[in-house]
């Protein structure tokens, strides 16, 4: 079971970046599937959360009103939109699927069952 991160890299603060996490080797179309961080340091902490309709998000209140996380479940697909970049958003982000299917994305926190490999995100200010 795989969940395949991607987008990551280096941009100033102010900048945008779009995180893709792919389903692979399995799909988790009926899962609720979210967004974690670790920067150097410190513990890995949520991000976002989206339901497994893809009708109902829960966003950290460290990054509410600039980032936006969706899902596109015909392609397998979650997206993390991350607008307004600040140096403090650098870490590595790591994406998530819940451990069973019909967890609410409020939920997921308490119930990751898999972990995407991680994608570099640096932010320079």
């Known amino acids: 079971v795989q969940l395949q991160a991607s987008g990551g890299g280096m941009v100033q603060a102010g900048g945008s970046l779009r995180l893709t996490c792919v389903d692979s080797?399995?799909?988790?179309?009926?899962?609720?599937k979210g967004w974690f961080r670790q920067a150097p340091g410190k513990e890995r902490e949520f991000v976002a959360a989206?339901?497994?309709?893809?009708?109902?998000?829960h966003i950290a209140d460290s990054v509410k009103g600039r980032f936006t996380i969706s899902r596109d479940n015909a392609q397998n697909t979650m997206y993390l939109q991350m607008n307004s970049l600040k140096s403090e958003d650098t870490a590595v982000y790591f994406c998530?699927?819940?451990?069973?299917?019909?967890?609410?994305?409020?939920?997921?926190?308490?119930?990751?069952?898999?972990w995407g490999q991680g994608t570099q995100v640096t932010v320079s200010s």
């Open positions: 998530a699927v819940a451990t069973k299917p019909y967890i609410s994305a409020q939920s997921l926190m308490r119930f990751v069952g898999y």
């Open positions: 080797g399995r799909t988790f179309t009926n899962y609720a």
């Open positions: 989206v339901g497994w309709r893809g009708q109902s998000a």
